[in-house]
């Protein structure tokens, strides 16, 4: 049976994990690879590393990063962040990386998704979608910039349109539980999973186990994906596969 | 043991190349028919679309060098779907090594592509799950399949049963990406090394 993902999701800065972690036992917390490699071997379905610089030197750095990750790591990963181009997406593939993802760039001018997917297949192409409900209108609306900026684009249209011009899956983030640690969106994502047949990641708002088993139930979601909780070891990822086990959620454990 | 992985423009295959220097192999990555005939094993890996490698592989030949391969033979994703004889992707006609069709994920509410950990189960005499359970999870992504026919050696079921594993003389295959599926995909490919 094919089973619910539990993705950590890593921030990068210049090379580095940044947002701190809490695993006393590695020798360099802020060692994405380090970290990486544990989260592997403590259970994690895949990882996602996200750049959040994008400069040209850093670039470089993020390239050599993901040479290194792939050489210690044993399940498939995703790189996000600043990347817009066939160029970046070649680059970060050849060096190892399983996924990538796309956000701005893909709101910025739509077709990039197309051109990525017929150059590189459907298969390693994300789309990732911030998205933060606007109530004077009343619907979900698409952001960019970390959420600060909205854009025109309603999000389940956006979701519509990438899997037409060819996403693989889509990485869906709500702002407004983002950081909140009260849970996953979940009446959102089970719309965004119903109008897309591509994959959903939800992500944004964990903060106990039981938001977890929410989001693969009435969220319909395909995986869930978590930052801090993990970092912090606030919930450790053996134990929460355990437990949705525990709740028929299907889990590789 | 030389090693040759086949290059051809189906896409990342430096997973494959990083999984076998953690196992400690090394290997020629090459389009070179010389090298790879003389190979003690070829791996054939890739994602990518159908048409377009078969297009790619027609081009340089390769496709009757693969096929008159004797020596071990390990396919993975698209290289079992190129191993087959058809695929309903870019309708293209294969090497054609497994007499199989490679169709379309039929589904009305599955997501496609097939994205993440399944489990998989061994039929018959299987070499490759030496040391492994009889299920295991590991990693897929792909919209097109092999049914489940006489070289199946070990089925997935999404929406309906298919080919996870295929065989037949020197040639295996697998649908799932053995480089990318843990300490499962590890010993799998330990195993196809050490055939």
Known sequence: MLTKRIIPCLDIKEGRTVKGTNFVDLRDAGDPVELGALYAQQGADELVFLDITATVDDRKTLVNLVREVARHVNIPFTVGGGISSIADVSALLNAGADKVSINSSAVRRPELVDELALAFGSQCIIVAIDTRFEPAVGVDFVHTHGGRRITDKKTLDWAREVENRGAGEILLTSMDADGTKAGFACDLTAKVSSAASIPIIASGGAGTMEHFTEVFTTGKADAGLAASIFHFKEIEILALKNYLATQGIPMRI | ?195
Not at chain 2, 41 to 56: D, L, N, Q, R
Not at chain 2, 156 to 177: I, R, T, V, W
């Open chain 2, 1 to 195: 043991m030389e090693i040759a992985i086949i290059k051809y423009n189906a896409g990342n295959v430096a997973s494959v190349m990083y999984a076998l220097d953690r196992i400690g192999q090394k290997y020629t990555w090459t389009d070179d028919p010389e090298q790879i005939i003389k190979a003690d094993k070829v791996i054939f890996p890739g994602v990518g679309e159908a048409s377009t490698a078969m297009a790619y592989l027609k081009e340089k030949g390769l496709d009757l060098v693969i096929k008159g391969l004797k020596q071990p033979v390990l396919a993975t994703c698209i290289g079992m779907q190129l191993l087959c004889k058809h695929s309903e992707e870019g309708n293209v006609d294969c090497i054609g090594v497994f007499d199989v069709e490679v169709k379309r994920f039929i589904s009305q509410d599955l997501k496609i592509p097939h994205v993440g950990w399944n489990s998989i189960t061994s039929k018959g005499d299987n070499p490759l799950m030496k040391g492994l359970q009889d299920e295991e999870f590991v990693y897929f992504v792909h919209s097109f399949c092999a049914p489940v026919n006489a070289y199946t050696t070990a089925v997935c079921e999404y929406g309906q049963p298919f080919s996870a594993m295929l065989q037949k003389d020197n040639f295996y295959a697998a649908q799932f990406h053995a480089e990318i599926s843990g300490k499962a995909g590890e010993q799998i490919l330990k195993n196809f090394l050490a055939l």
